[in-house]
């Protein structure tokens, strides 16, 4: 499955004034690196990718926001966030915002 270039397209609209973004095809998908760091993506498989605090993981678990696995593997603060989820603009502001405020507290690569 291709990534949804209109999701695509709507978190670029997000990430527009943000310093040190650069888009990279990954996955499947098409991510949104901050300062050499994988952020957000417009995954593959449908819907999002994004990386949080794995301490707010838990707390961000839900009907439509699942951990992410990749070759079976459960990824460490990164989560699926469904399709439907972030159909809502202000839903999606949100976990781009919230992914950027924590790549941002990582080393730049």
């Not at 439509?64 to 469904?82: I, K, P, S, Y």
Request: charged share 30%; hydrophobic share 45%; glycine share 12%.
């Amino acid at each position: 499955m291709a990534y949804d270039h209109e999701l695509a397209d709507r978190i670029r609209e997000l990430v527009a004034t943000e310093k040190g973004v650069d888009e990279k095809r990954m996955f499947g998908g098409l991510s949104f690196l901050v300062g050499g760091n994988m952020s957000v993506s417009a995954s593959g498989k449908g819907g999002l990718l994004v990386r949080v605090d794995p301490a707010d993981v838990p707390d961000l678990l839900g009907d439509q926001v699942h951990t992410a696995v990749m070759g079976g593997r459960e990824m460490r603060g990164w989560l699926r966030v469904d399709a439907e989820a972030v159909d809502d603009d202000a839903c999606l502001a949100e976990w781009v915002a919230r992914s950027i405020s924590f790549v941002r507290t990582l080393p730049t690569k």
